[in-house]
């Protein structure tokens, strides 16, 4: 990876690293474009979610999961610093780009797609497809250390191993999406990304469901 703390190793805790053109594609392009928290934390997903997978005996196809995880958070660096969509979304719309140049079928684009969409969404991944559940239980993981008792220890202490998150990965994951979220602030309406916006922003006003809908024009 971008840093020599990352290991370069073919298998993590038992997990084979995608080696295929459209991993090792999906790969370059997370190194040149995340900065170094998120790209530590798009390898331990990646890592974590085949673990979870597997624990639930889901089929997940290796390629797609690491495509998922290399671009789930593609919105937030500078080659979206123009979209005015969901950071998720530009995610899936650049997975799906990735996908379709290296000739994956649209029903695997389609997947993936929904997979990296729904990936900070909670509640509803869970029911996408297998792929999609993967994904967002391993980004929690990840963030919040949920689940993280289903993964042995010998488990977490080897992804560690590997991709390190370092004393400051919290602050630093937070200060990539407000940056990634600054130009767009009404898109974090309904998610994670308003208590972002909420932390970092001091000018940010939170948009309230109830306001919009007891002010709405509508006459009686």
């Known amino acids: 990876m971008r840093t020599s703390s990352f290991s370069t190793a073919d298998e993590v805790v038992g997990v084979r690293i995608p080696r295929t053109p459209v991993a090792t594609a999906a790969a370059s392009h997370a190194r040149a474009a995340l900065p170094i928290a998120l790209l530590g934390h798009a390898c331990r997903v990646f890592v974590f979610a085949m673990l979870n997978a597997q624990r639930m005996a889901d089929a997940c196809d290796a390629d797609l999961l690491y495509v998922c995880a290399m671009y789930a958070n593609f919105g937030l660096t500078q080659a979206c610093a123009g979209s005015m969509a969901r950071y998720e979304v530009d995610g899936a719309d650049a997975a799906r780009a990735h996908l379709d140049r290296h000739g994956v079928g649209l029903r695997e684009q389609d997947e993936a797609w929904l997979a990296i969409a729904l990936h900070m969404t909670p509640g509803i991944a869970s029911r996408a497809s297998p792929l999609a559940n993967a994904l967002a239980a391993a980004t929690l993981t990840d963030l919040t250390a949920a689940h993280l008792e289903t993964y042995t220890h010998k488990q977490r202490l080897g992804v560690l191993a590997a991709y390190p998150r370092g004393p400051r990965f ?47 024009p509508w006459e009686e």
């Open 170 to 216: 919290a602050d630093e994951f937070i200060a990539a999406m407000g940056r990634g979220m600054a130009h767009r602030p009404d898109t974090a309406f309904g998610t994670v990304g308003a208590d972002v916006l909420d932390r970092v922003d001091p000018n940010y006003l939170r948009l309230n469901f109830c306001g919009q809908l007891l002010g709405s």
